[in-house]
C-alpha cells in the first residue's frame, strides 16, 4: 500500500508504506512534532520543515532519512516509527529546568515517562510504553530514539507564530538535528 503524499516544494510523490514488522528503506525518520497554530507547539514543526528543506539542498541527498511532521503521540505516533532503525523528534517540551528557548538533546529513556510535550496524551499511552508495547507485538522499531526539545511554555495560544525566545533557538535546534543526522551517517554509512 503507499500514501499520497506532497512535498515542501508542491511536488506528488508516493511513498510506500511499511507493514508492521518490516523494515523500512530508509534507516532513520526526523518527526517535527507538534501543532502549527499553537504558537510555541508548532516549533517542532518549523524546525523539521528546516530540516528537511536543508537535506534537499545537500549536494548528496540523505536517501536514509525521512522528514515528517507530526500532531500525534503514543501509539499513533509509535505506529509511524515502525520499521525505522532510528528516530529523531523535534519537540516543543517543558521540562522547567531552564528558561524559554533552551536546546535540549536527551535520549527517550532519559525523560520522564509522562506527559512531555506531544510524546504522551491523556486519551492514549506515553511513547516509551507504546515503544514497549509494539516491540511485545514484534514491531521493528528503532533501538534509539532522540529527542530534540525547545523549552517552551505558550503551547496553547492559538497563533502560528513562535514567541521571540522560541523562534530564536530555531537555528540551533535546525543544527543539533543536522549534526545527529551526520554522525549517524558517518557511524553507519550506506
Partial sequence: MSDVIQTQDGNIQMRER????VAHPAST???????????????GWRVAEIVDSQLLMQPVAAPDVVVECLS???????ENLIGYRRAILIDAISLHEDPPGTVYVRSLD???DYACGH????HDTSLQTALNLGRSMGAILPNQVTVVGIESQQVYDFSEELTPLV???VPEAVMKVLDLINLDENQNPS
Fill in 110 to 112: 532519559e525523560l520522564p
Fill in 119 to 122: 510524546l504522551t496524551s491523556t
Fill in 29 to 43: 525518520i526526523v518527526v517535527g512534532l507538534g501543532n502549527p497554530i499553537l504558537g510555541d507547539d508548532g516549533v
Fill in 167 to 169: 523562534a530564536a533557538a
Fill in 18 to 21: 511499511t507493514s508492521p514488522g
Fill in 72 to 78: 500525534l503521540g503514543g501509539l499513533s505516533l509509535m
